[in-house]
């Protein structure tokens, strides 16, 4: 699951652009961290999309 801001609005002090939050469960084990991307929202997005899949990869998922 991934959730966050991407901008160009919607970041206030507490979540700036750029935070977002992933989690993967393989029905075992939920782990979830949040990452901080530079960049505009495409940039944001593609980084979010790169991170959720290394996810997966390192749970061995997929």
Same mark, same amino acid.
């Given at each position: /699951?991934?959730?966050?801001?991407?901008? *160009?609005?919607?970041?206030? /002090? &507490?979540? *700036?652009?750029?935070?977002? +939050?992933?989690? +993967?469960?393989?029905? @075992? %084990?939920?782990?979830?961290?949040?990452? %901080?991307? &530079?960049? &505009?929202?495409?940039?944001?997005?593609? @980084?979010?999309? #790169?991170?959720?899949?290394?996810?997966?990869? @390192?749970?061995? #998922?997929?």
């Amino acid at each position: /699951a991934v959730s966050g801001v991407a901008g *160009p609005g919607g970041g206030s /002090a &507490d979540k *700036p652009v750029g935070t977002v +939050w992933l989690a +993967w469960s393989d029905g @075992q %084990q939920v782990v979830s961290e949040r990452r %901080q991307f &530079d960049g &505009d929202r495409e940039a944001v997005r593609r @980084q979010t999309v #790169i991170a959720a899949l290394e996810g997966l990869l @390192q749970l061995g #998922i997929g």
